[in-house]
């Protein structure tokens, strides 16, 4: 205890870069996965054939190799994050934290996009057939009738999206980010096998209290959308 003690700094910036990769990938991929389950359920047959093929290739791919085209191969191409230098307090993000949020989201969203997709199909057909005869295009039916009922009947595969996107961003350690994965192992290296229990226990800890707060936030909303109905 006394290596997480003399470095709480360190602990606290590794799961301050740990919930910044979770927040912002976790928007960006509810949006980008959103609209790839607009895209599924349309009318139109080349962007329902162009999201479908985007999960079947995506949800197929290992976390492992996104990172890596992003690290490695997208520079090549001329995708570059050179441009994002930001300080928020002792936290620096770089290039390196821009390829993880990018590949964190892009990954993530084909995930969110079948969660939300059962959210969709659990809608009862008929409202989205009166929606459209009092003349709503598809656009309108999906954010004014479908969509909202789709997020609470997907809320709860969503946050098990979610929970996994929280301990996928340690891969991120891998590809030069100082999250929490990455902290631990500048400390495990640093102190002697007696610590390293102790270290190993409280950045385990550090995880499951953000996963549980995402639990305690999807069970908050499960009930209080349920009286909603």
């Known amino acids: ?6 470095n709480l700094d360190l602990f606290f910036r590794g799961f301050g870069y740990t919930v910044a990769l979770f927040v912002i990938s976790g928007l960006l991929s509810l949006l980008l996965g959103t609209l790839l389950a ?6 139109i047959a080349v962007l329902r054939l162009a999201s479908s093929v985007y999960v079947t290739c995506v949800r197929n791919t290992p976390l492992v190799i996104v990172f890596a085209f992003f690290a490695f191969l997208a520079p090549v191409l001329g995708i570059h994050f050179k441009w994002l230098d930001v300080q928020v307090g002792d936290l620096n993000f770089t290039s390196f934290y821009g390829a ?25 057909l008929g409202q989205a057939e009166a929606a459209r005869a009092i003349g709503l295009p598809f656009g309108g ?9 789709a997020f609470r009947a997907a809320l709860p595969p969503l946050a ?24 631990m192992r500048d ?43």
């Open 1 to 6: 205890m006394n290596a997480i003690v003399e």
């Open 38 to 43: 607009a895209m599924r359920v349309g009318p």
């Open 100 to 124: 993880a949020v990018v590949s964190l989201s892009l990954y993530t969203s084909a995930f969110v996009c079948e969660a939300m997709r059962s959210g969709v199909n659990a809608v009862p």
């Open 141 to 149: 039916v999906m954010r004014e009738v479908v969509l909202p009922q």
């Open 160 to 183: 098990s999206v979610q929970i996994a996107l929280i301990k996928n961003t340690s891969v991120a350690a891998v590809f030069g980010v100082a999250e929490a994965t990455q902290s």
């Open 187 to 229: 400390l495990l290296r640093d102190f002697g096998a007696t610590e390293r229990i102790g270290i190993f226990a409280m950045f385990a800890l550090g995880y499951v209290v953000l996963v549980e707060l995402v639990s305690l936030l999807s069970l908050r909303l499960e009930r209080r959308w349920a009286v909603a109905r």
